[in-house]
T-cell receptor
Framework: SQQGEEDPQALSIQEGENATMNCSYK?????LQWYRQNSGRGLVHLIL?????REKHSGRLRVTLDTSKKSSSLLITASRAADTASYFC????????????FGTGTRLQVTL | EAQVTQNPRYLITVTGKKLTVTCSQN?????MSWYRQDPGLGLRQIYY???????DKGDVPEGYKVSRKEKRNFPLILESPSPNQTSLYFC?????????????FGPGTRLTVL
């Protein structure tokens, strides 16, 4: 079943701007992860936030989690052309990561 | 170099012709998983394995088989492929002992079933 829905489906910004992507999910989770996928390639893990955390930072990435609204956001600050990729959220319901459920993704285009 | 490898990377086949997509990891990970990616649907889990000889169904297991006879390998078998199995397939692995560790993904196998 599809757990996560990313919003927007596609986002186009200029280099230097910030990009915000949102993820909504349906059931209770233990943690939520964000992945990046360059065109047609494998996914690369970006950041994990646990259900008892509200915000987490990693370099230019900032992730928030609102379990009451069942939503998360990924902010990329000072975007670069190299950030052009699809971004997916993935939820882990039982904390074992045996069954990650991925969203449909946000396609980010960063232009010069 | 720590990595997950998949073979073949590209495959065009015909309906009903059995095929196997191999997946191998060199990180001694207990957990391995297969996903398929289709436009507008994101990644959906097919099967996963928590260790040798331990496998379980994901969200879309119909039409697929897996085996885990060795820790490093987790092949995906399509006994009788059909056109609706045309997709981009990813294998992933991670250590089982750390529940919050990231999954490491292979480069993908693009399968077309005619």
């Amino acid at each position: 079943s599809q757990q996560g829905e990313e919003d927007p489906q596609a986002l186009s910004i200029q280099e230097g701007e910030n990009a915000t992507m949102n993820c909504s999910y349906k059931t209770s989770i233990n943690n939520l992860q964000w992945y990046r996928q360059n065109s047609g390639r494998g996914l690369v893990h970006l950041i994990l936030i646990r259900s008892n955390e509200r915000e987490k930072h990693s370099g230019r990435l900032r992730v928030t989690l609102d379990t009451s609204k069942k939503s998360s956001s990924l902010l990329i600050t000072a975007s670069r052309a190299a950030d052009t990729a699809s971004y997916f959220c993935a939820t882990d319901a039982d904390g074992t990561a045996s069954k990650l459920t991925f969203g449909t993704g946000t396609r980010l285009q960063v232009t010069l | 170099e720590a990595q997950v490898t998949q073979n073949p990377r590209y495959l065009i086949t015909v309906t009903g012709k059995k095929l196997t997509v191999t997946c191998s990891q060199n990180m001694n990970h207990e957990y391995m998983s297969w996903y398929r990616q289709d436009p507008g649907l994101g990644l959906r889990q097919i099967y996963y394995s928590m260790n040798v000889e331990v496998t379980d169904k994901g969200d879309v297991p119909e039409g697929y088989k897996v085996s885990r006879k060795e820790k490093r390998n987790f092949p995906l078998i399509l006994e009788s492929p059909s056109p609706n199995q045309t997709s981009l397939y990813f294998c992933a692995s991670r250590p089982w002992t750390s529940f919050t560790d990231t999954q490491y993904f292979g480069p993908g196998t693009r399968l077309t079933v005619l």
